[in-house]
Structures are given as structure tokens and as C-alpha cells.
């Protein structure tokens, strides 16, 4: 407890400049002279810490102080922010402490705030009821995870997954492990994870080499290879979502793409979302669904 308090008291320190001994004690429950002995502690431990009497007087840390000079370059300790940064724009739960934490070992990068990252048009609730921190805490003390899943078609059912990995892919967070139901390893997209329970069931970690391959995610595994032609209202969104290889100039002022998609309903969703400024060239089939969609849309507005 007391080595704690006294990364504590020195972390607060580095936040707030100065603070008294009277609000270090009450923080920490502890007497005023309780504290004045951890400062001589810091101080024999080499941390450059002071204090100051009477009025805006207090304890403090001398100026620039940072564990970054002795553990890691400013380069590096930049990298870290970017990671960190990032994880925390994926709605990663208890990232905002450990950031407020690494601010005080980091002061000039974070002093800087040069990056700021946010996905928040697309993202969901990976933590709802806690359940982001249990898949992690049963894939580090490996516990079968018992949930209910909504896979893409709106079923829902039972599962008991014995839970490997967790994966940040396409703005999403996935868990992937060994699916005791399908006798298979499958990926599960964690918005769709409901009534999660912990089990205090072990088990052993099974080799497998295709980790987040396409062929264990949970949809259906019927892929269909498109050609797209998109108008010039709506290329930024294609650049954004694909390679500029991928993206043919044709002589009218349109621009091709040939891509492959699983089959279901977010493809459908995903070719109407650009409205009149996108037509499907291939495959046929695929022309008269979308054709037969935007009817029915047509239908309800006109009602």
C-alpha cells in the first residue's frame, strides 16, 4: 500500500504542481506526518520533490520533472501517445486513466495534444454491462464464456465460446475463439454479444493459425464479386474506403471498382447508401435485387 501512495503522491504531483500535505492526508486517509515521511522517503529515492510554507505554500516536484527522461526517448514516448490515443478512440474501457496517468510520465507530448482521434459516427458500446472487461478477464484467466448472439441474419442463439482473442478490425471490436456449439473457431462482433456470463469453467488453449481469417467469421460465407460504377459526387467516400488501385477512371467521368463482398444484407445496405450516383454492372442478379429494393422504397414514400 504505501509503495502506491507513493507513486500516487508522485503522479499527483506531476498533474497538479502543488499540492498541501493536508490534501495528500485526507486523500489518502492517512495523518499529515504520515505524509511528510513518504516525502522524505521520494526524496531519498531521488525524486526531486520540496516543500514550501505559508500561504500558497505546499508540496511540489521541481519544474520539468518527468520520468521520460530516464525511461524513454520523446520520440518514443510519442509513439505511445498515438497508440494509446488510438485504443482510446475505439471506446476501449479504462483507457482514460491509464492516458491520465502516461500524461504525467509523458508531460511534453501530452502538453502538446497533437493528435486527437474520434470514431464516434461509427462507433457502438463494446463495454455495455461490463461485458468488454469480462472477455478480457476470461481470455487472460481462461474462462469459457457462455453469451447470446445475433448473427447477421437477426438470429439469435446460445453460445459457449472459449475466448482467445480480442480484434479491432473496420471500426469494430470482435472477439474470436473456439466455439464449443459449432465445434469450430469462429470471430464475433462484440455489439452483437448479449447476456454475457463468465463461467468458472477452464479450459486449454487449442492451436489454431487462422486467427480473424475470413473463413471463422460469423456470417454467411457466400461472397459475391462486384463491379461498382461510381459517380464523381461520391468518390471521396469510395478513395476513403478503398485503395486507389482499385478505383478505374472510365471516359464518361465515372469510375469503376471490382470488389468482393460476403453476400448479406450490410453489401445491400452498404450499394444504397450512395443513392443515384452508383450502378451495379456485375452480377446480374445482384442489378434486380437493388433494382426490386429501391422499388419498395419508392412504395413507402409514395403511400
Known amino acids: 500500500m504505501k509503495i502506491n501512495r507513493l507513486l500516487e503522491i508522485t503522479i499527483l504531483l506531476m498533474n497538479k504542481g502543488t499540492v ?66 488510438t485504443l482510446q478512440a475505439t471506446k476501449y474501457p479504462e483507457i482514460d486513466l491509464i492516458l491520465d496517468k502516461i500524461g504525467s510520465v509523458f508531460k511534453n507530448a501530452v502538453a502538446e495534444d497533437w493528435v486527437y482521434i474520434d470514431f464516434s459516427p461509427w462507433s457502438s458500446k463494446p463495454n455495455e454491462h461490463n461485458k468488454f472487461l469480462n472477455i478480457k478477464k476470461a481470455i487472460l484467466e481462461r474462462k469459457v464464456l457462455t453469451f447470446e448472439y445475433i448473427n447477421a441474419q437477426g438470429t439469435k442463439r446460445r453460445r459457449n465460446i472459449e475466448p482467445m482473442r480480442l480484434i479491432f478490425k473496420g471500426q469494430s471490436w470482435y472477439l474470436w475463439g473456439y466455439c464449443r456449439d459449432r465445434g469450430d473457431f469462429r470471430t464475433f462482433r462484440i455489439s452483437r454479444i448479449k447476456n454475457l456470463s ?106
Open 198 to 303: 463468465l463461467t468458472g469453467e477452464g479450459f486449454i488453449r487449442r492451436k489454431h493459425d487462422s486467427a480473424g481469417k475470413e473463413e471463422s467469421v460469423e456470417y454467411p460465407q457466400t461472397w459475391a464479386n462486384l463491379k461498382l460504377k461510381f459517380h464523381r459526387e461520391v468518390l471521396h467516400r469510395v478513395y476513403d474506403d478503398f485503395d486507389e488501385e482499385l478505383v478505374i477512371p472510365n471516359d464518361d467521368d465515372t469510375w469503376s471498382l471490382s470488389v468482393s463482398f460476403p453476400e448479406d444484407e450490410w453489401v445491400y445496405g452498404y450499394i444504397l447508401s450512395f443513392g443515384h450516383y452508383v450502378e451495379v454492372e456485375e452480377p446480374e442478379y445482384m442489378k434486380r435485387i437493388i433494382l426490386e429494393r429501391m422499388k419498395k422504397a419508392m412504395e413507402y414514400y409514395e403511400k
Open 20 to 85: 498541501t500535505a493536508k490534501e495528500l492526508a485526507e486523500r489518502f486517509q492517512v495523518s499529515t506526518r504520515t505524509i511528510y515521511r513518504d516525502i522524505d522517503v521520494l526524496s531519498t529515492a531521488g525524486v526531486p520533490v520540496y516543500t514550501n510554507k505559508g500561504n500558497g505554500g505546499g508540496i511540489s516536484l521541481l519544474e520539468n520533472y518527468s520520468f521520460s527522461r530516464t525511461l524513454i526517448s520523446d520520440h518514443e514516448s510519442e509513439s505511445l501517445l498515438l497508440a494509446l490515443k
